[in-house]
């Protein structure tokens, strides 16, 4: 696969319980789908992170910027498939007790991130 632009669908660490401090909140639970800027393995494309955020924005979906500094998914990969690279975005659905047998969603962020998804797809011709 040789794709001009992707995007990676996830959950993200929603670490937003009592006693972590801001900088440790990559998002918080309720807050809608998260529209990732970075994590450890890549950066968004700047240009695919404002549209996304424009998109959410103009088809009132709730939404919030996700910055995580450790732990990664496909979207690295997908950025490396071309040479010189492919244009990429993460979007996500906040996770608190990630990876834990407890994991919890909030229904309105999971209810966000289908919209956005469907929105991206039909609209990414104006991307």
């Not at 001009?4 to 006693?19: A, K, M, S, V, Y």
């Not at 998109?55 to 910027?65: D, M, V």
């Not at 962020?109 to 956005?116: G, R, Y």
Request: glycine share 12%; with cysteine; proline share 3%.
């Amino acid at each position: 696969l040789e794709p001009d632009f992707g995007i990676g669908l996830d959950t993200t660490i929603c670490n937003d319980i009592p006693g972590a401090s801001g900088a440790k909140r990559c998002t918080t639970m309720g807050e809608g789908v998260a529209i990732k800027v970075m994590d450890s393995g890549s950066i968004g494309h700047a240009g695919m992170v404002k549209w996304l955020g424009a998109l959410a924005q103009k088809s009132k979906i709730n939404y919030q910027r996700g910055v995580l500094v450790g732990g990664a998914n496909d979207t690295a990969a997908i950025q490396a498939m071309v040479p010189g690279g492919s244009i990429t975005a993460s979007v996500a659905i906040p996770t608190r007790h990630i990876h834990q047998d407890i994991e919890t969603c909030h229904m309105g962020d999971i209810d966000a991130t289908i919209k956005l998804v469907t929105k991206v797809v039909e609209k990414i011709d104006t991307f």
